[in-house]
Nanobody
Framework: VQLQASGGGLVQAGGSLRLSCAAS????????VGWFRQTPGKEREFVVSIAWSDTRTAYADSAKGRFTISREKARNTVFLQMNSLRPEDTAVYYC???????????????????WGQGTQVTVSS
């Protein structure tokens, strides 16, 4: 499956952005779609994930209460609504499709699976 991430941009602290991850190709019921982020010189960081087949989700502590993941199966698209953005949220955000549960994607350490090209989110103070 190929993934296209979009929706990034420059926003002031406290603002909002909505990222989209559009998939071309089939996403299976055993898949989970996740968002990760990375800044230069740092490890990739898990943000949030959602099961394709049901409503299970997993959130990083940094995302709880501010970010919301959702999916629209008919459009093969996953959305990440980010509110109350902080400068420390600045990163390139990547979406990925993996086999397994949202909790297992949270623990993902490899670069296996399908990954989008990333979308830059910049939050100014």
């Amino acid at each position: 499956v190929q993934l296209q991430a979009s929706g990034g941009g420059l926003v002031q602290a406290g603002g909002s952005l909505r990222l989209s991850c559009a998939a071309s190709g089939r996403i299976f019921s055993s898949n989970t779609v996740g968002w990760f982020r990375q800044t230069p010189g740092k490890e990739r960081e898990f943000v949030v994930s959602i099961a394709w087949s049901d409503t299970r989700t997993a959130y990083a502590d940094s995302a709880k209460g501010r970010f919301t993941i959702s999916r629209e199966k008919a459009r093969n698209t996953v959305f990440l609504q980010m509110n109350s953005l902080r400068p420390e949220d600045t990163a390139v955000y990547y979406c990925t499709v993996q086999f397994g549960s949202p909790a297992s994607v949270m623990r993902l350490t490899s670069a296996s699976g399908s990954w989008g090209q990333g979308t830059q989110v910049t939050v100014s103070s």
